[in-house]
């Protein structure tokens, strides 16, 4: 095992650790709602679908890169997710049901970490450097981050509803840069707009956020 093996050792836990933590708001926000017994079940199951995913992501990282505008349009759905959990939290008991089921909460774990694994997948393959075994390990070191850290979370937003909001804004902020830092979106913009690579997802986030709390007001009245 040469330098070029153990730099990029590390630079794979720093990647991971850095990248997994927006995958693990989403997993929090998206089972906060369930039971303790499904809660867990939901990160197990979201988590093993969306690892899943990853590694045919990895695999497939060469041609993926090729396929136009692939990081704006998961922007965009990134986006409508973080909305759809904000407007499905603060709900008085009277008014709807229990819970999200367990399945909907699968499916809205993997279909955003789907979209949100793209920068994690071509960072770590980069990192890498074509050797398979770290390749493997960054994967691998995914799984447990994604599990602890989205236990966490939801934990903490069951405590301080707050949370919530900030969860929204961070995936909302995410989606706004994958969708500006789209290669093809960058071809659009002249150089002197530069300013739009950090104020396009702060104005996505603020979008995100004031309708989301427009909804809620006009859903929820009596939680306001």
Do not use: C
Request: aromatic share 10%.
């Amino acid at each position: 095992m040469d330098a070029s093996f153990w730099v990029g050792f590390i630079n794979i836990i720093i990647i991971d650790v850095v990248l997994s933590g927006d995958n693990a708001v989403v997993i929090g926000m998206a089972s906060r709602k369930l039971p303790p017994e499904q809660r867990r079940k939901a990160v197990i199951y979201g988590t093993a679908g969306a690892i899943g995913l990853r590694i045919v992501l990895t695999a497939m990282a060469t041609w993926v890169l090729l396929i136009p505008y692939l990081k704006a349009i998961g922007g965009i759905v990134l986006a409508w997710i973080a909305l759809k959990l904000l407007l499905g939290e603060g709900e008085e008991a009277s008014d709807i049901k229990a819970g999200p089921t367990l399945f909907a909460a699968i499916q809205t774990i993997i279909v955003a970490d789907f979209v949100m694994s793209l920068d994690n997948v071509l960072a770590v393959g980069g990192a890498a450097h074509g050797d398979f075994a770290l390749l493997l390990f960054g994967l691998g070191l995914s799984i447990p981050l994604l599990m602890a850290g989205s236990n966490a979370v939801a934990a903490l937003m069951d405590r301080l509803p707050i949370l919530i909001y900030i969860g929204a804004g961070i995936l909302s902020y995410t989606a706004g840069a994958m969708v500006i830092s789209e290669e093809a979106v960058q071809q659009h913009i002249a150089p002197e707009y530069y300013y739009l690579d950090w104020l396009f997802p702060i104005l996505l986030t603020s979008f995100v956020l004031a309708l989301g709390i427009w909804r809620r007001k006009r859903i929820y009245p009596s939680a306001f």
